[in-house]
């Protein structure tokens, strides 16, 4: 006996409300949402209400989460829940919740009413929802729990989302090294603030002309030998002010990734991403009487008297 969507609501509900888990649904929340850790929460815009946080709380403690004997929450339900199944049925479900995997996946072609395809590099997965079909787009990332319910198909898990950017060739190339655990997932979410002025705070360059951020950029770029990114002055305006033009936000930085090819973290990306960010806000634009949009955020600080 498969699952099925609707059974997998049923399982996830009897996690979220059965009395047997009760205390250790409630410690481990805390866990999932940090509630003992320091620092103010402000989640990203279409992830902080309450029923979005919690349909990524249940998917997590009923399909990723494991109790002290081993067994996922989820597998404690569908004993419960599946009493009149044959054994055969019961092993088979317990199988597919035990292969349940997180994973943040391209979406490479939606099927109207029945599901999408996902690509994890060299993995493809076929996840059958009519949900995901009428929200996600192709080349969306989507960040889910998924398991496999036979013949090459999958189930989507409660609290699944769509990363919040597209992701460029680049990193969708080597996509398995920038895999991300839920919790840390949530804590992305919750751009939680730390108060404490211990941590060294990441500074992002801000040079004071477009020739001194462009030879910053050069100067890193050697070192590395990233010489796609070491280009003249002339070059990088030209790729700036026809990126200025482009309708999509995200073009610049698409670009960059591209150029960059293999990278060795996220905070290795990040700051390539600055640098070529410092060359942007440096550049002078034509519709803005030839200001950079440092110099514009300069005047602006002198007006105000910031």
């Known amino acids: 006996m498969p699952l099925t969507n609707s059974m997998m609501e049923q399982i996830a509900s009897w996690c979220a409300t059965s009395e047997v888990l009760a205390d250790i649904r409630s410690k481990v929340r805390s866990d999932f949402f940090g509630y003992d850790e320091p620092g103010s929460v402000k989640y990203m815009a279409q992830t902080g209400e309450l029923n979005a946080r919690e349909r990524r709380f249940a998917g997590w403690f009923g399909f990723n989460f494991r109790l002290p004997d081993g067994r996922h929450p989820a597998e404690l339900a569908a004993l419960d829940l599946v009493k009149g199944a044959g054994i055969t049925e019961l092993v088979s479900v317990t199988k597919s919740i035990q292969d349940t995997r ?20 060299d993995e493809e997965f076929e996840v059958a929802s009519s949900v995901l079909s009428q929200t996600l787009r192709k080349d969306d990332a989507l960040c889910a729990h998924i398991l496999p319910v036979g013949h090459g198909k999958w189930l989507v898990c409660p609290g699944w989302l769509v990363w919040p950017t597209r992701l460029g060739p680049g990193i969708r190339s080597q996509l398995k090294r920038f895999q991300i655990d839920p919790i840390k997932l949530e804590r992305f979410l919750q751009q939680r603030k730390d108060p404490s002025e211990d941590r060294p705070k990441i500074e992002l360059p801000r040079d004071s002309s477009l020739k001194a951020a462009v030879a910053r950029m050069t100067k890193a770029a050697k070192a590395e030998g990233r010489q796609s990114l070491i280009m003249t002055t002339a070059q990088w305006k030209k790729l700036v002010l026809f990126n200025m033009k482009s309708s999509q936000i995200n073009d610049f930085s698409k670009e960059i990734i591209n150029r960059l090819g293999s990278v060795n973290s996220i905070d290795d990306m990040n700051k390539w991403l600055g640098l070529a960010m410092n060359i942007w806000n440096n550049t002078p634009q034509p519709d803005r009487d030839g200001k950079s949009p440092f110099e514009i955020s300069q005047e602006y600080d002198i007006q105000s008297g910031s």
């Not at 997180?102 to 590099?121: C, D, E, N, R």
């Open 102 to 121: 997180f994973i943040m996946a391209i979406v490479t072609m939606v099927m109207a009413g029945k599901g999408v395809y996902l690509q994890l590099q």
